[in-house]
C-alpha cells in the first residue's frame, strides 16, 4: 500500500497522505502515518521527496475506544429506554382505570391530583420515545444512499398537513430539491422536525406563514425554513441543540426538548452544519442546515 501510494504520487500527482500499521518482530505493531511532497525537474523528472512519518499509535488507540465508548452508550440507551416504557405504560393504564372507577368518589381536588399522574406518565412515556429516536440515528435508519430529497421532503410534509390546515398557516416552497447522498429517513425526519416547529412556536392569533428554501452549489444543498413565530431570546441561542433541553414551559407548548438535538445529530452524521438566524423574541427565526451532496471518499 505504501509503495502504491508512493508511485501514485510520483506519476499521477496523487496526494500522498497515508496510515498504516508497522509491525516488528520484539515490538508491539504500531500505527503510523507518512505525509510527503515530491518536487520535480521541468522535464517531469522527480528530484527528491520531502516529508515526515509520524508515530499516530496512541491516537488511534483512543479513537478505537472511543467508537467503542460511543456504541456502548448508544447500545445502553436505546435498551434502556426501551425496557422503562413497559412498566410506564403499566403505570398509565392502571392510574387511567383508576380515575375511571373513582370518579364518582373523588372531589375535585383529588381527581387533579390523579390527572397529573398520568400526564406525567404520558409525557415520560413521550420523552422515552424521544430518547429511543436520538438512539436511532447512524444505526436504525435506512443507510445513506442516493435519494430524492424532494421525495423526503413530500413525506414529511404529508405528515404535517393536518397540522398546516388546522392552523390556518400557509408554507411556501422556493428552490430545486436535487438528488443527494442521504438517509431517506433522516432527511424526512430533519425536515419534518424543523417544519413542525415552525408550526407550533407561533403567535396566537397569528396563523403561522413558513417559507422552506434552498441553495444548491456544486457539492452542498443548503435548507433554510424561516417562519413567522415567536421567536427566540438571545440569552437561549446556546441551549438551542441539546438534549432534553426546552425553551418554554410546557403549559404554553407541549414537546420533550429532543427535536433539535436530534437534527444536529442526523445532520452531523452526514457530515454537514446547522444552525438558526434570528432577530429576537417575537421576530420570528430561521434555522437552516448544509449537507454535502456527495459523502467524502473515506467515509464511502
Keep these: ?20 500499521r508497522l509491525s516488528t518482530i520484539n515490538a508491539p505493531t504500531r500505527w503510523m502515518r507518512s505525509v510527503g511532497q515530491a518536487e520535480f525537474f521541468p522535464d517531469g523528472t522527480p528530484t527528491r521527496f520531502i516529508g515526515i512519518v509520524q508515530d499516530i499509535t496512541d491516537r488511534k488507540l483512543m479513537e478505537a475506544e472511543l467508537k467503542r465508548s460511543n456504541a456502548e452508550l448508544e447500545q445502553f440507551a436505546y435498551a434502556v429506554s426501551h425496557d422503562m416504557r ?4 403499566m403505570v398509565t393504564s392502571y392510574l387511567t382505570l383508576l380515575k375511571t372507577a373513582l370518579s364518582q368518589q373523588l372531589n375535585e381536588e383529588q381527581q387533579q391530583f390523579l390527572q397529573f399522574a398520568v400526564d406525567g406518565a404520558t409525557r415520560m412515556d413521550a420523552m422515552i420515545l424521544s430518547l429511543l429516536d436520538y438512539s436511532r ?18 413525506e414529511a410534509l404529508a405528515f404535517l398537513t393536518p397540522e398546516l390546515q388546522a392552523s390556518g398557516g400557509t408554507l411556501t416552497l422556493i428552490g430545486s430539491w436535487p438528488i443527494i447522498m442521504a438517509s ?6 430533519l425536515l419534518q422536525n424543523l417544519i413542525a416547529n ?3 412556536y407561533h403567535q396566537e392569533n397569528k396563523p403561522p ?3 422552506v428554501s434552498t441553495l444548491i452549489t456544486a457539492t452542498t444543498m443548503k435548507v433554510a425554513v424561516r417562519d413567522n413565530g415567536i421567536g427566540i431570546d438571545n440569552h ?34 452526514h457530515g454537514g452544519k446547522i ?4 432577530a429576537g423574541e417575537g421576530q420570528g427565526s430561521l434555522f437552516w442546515f448544509e449537507l454535502p451532496l456527495q459523502q467524502p471518499e473515506h467515509e464511502n
Excluded: W
Design 137 to 154: 440515528v447512524g444505526h436504525k435508519t435506512a443507510a445513506i444512499a442516493p435519494i430524492e430529497s424532494r421525495a423526503a421532503l413530500d
Design 1 to 20: 500500500m505504501v509503495i502504491n501510494a508512493n508511485q501514485d504520487h510520483l506519476t499521477q500527482g496523487a496526494k500522498y497522505d497515508i496510515e498504516y
Design 209 to 211: 406563514r413558513i417559507e
Design 198 to 200: 415552525a408550526l407550533k
Design 236 to 269: 437561549q441561542f446556546d441551549r438551542l441543540f441539546k438534549v432534553f433541553s426546552r425553551l418554554n414551559a410546557h403549559s404554553r407548548f407541549e414537546g420533550t426538548g429532543v427535536g433539535l438535538a436530534l437534527c444536529r445529530k442526523i445532520v452531523e452524521h
Design 184 to 189: 431517506h429517513d433522516e432527511l424526512m425526519r
Design 275 to 278: 444552525g438558526v438566524e434570528f
Design 86 to 89: 413497559q412498566p410506564l405504560r
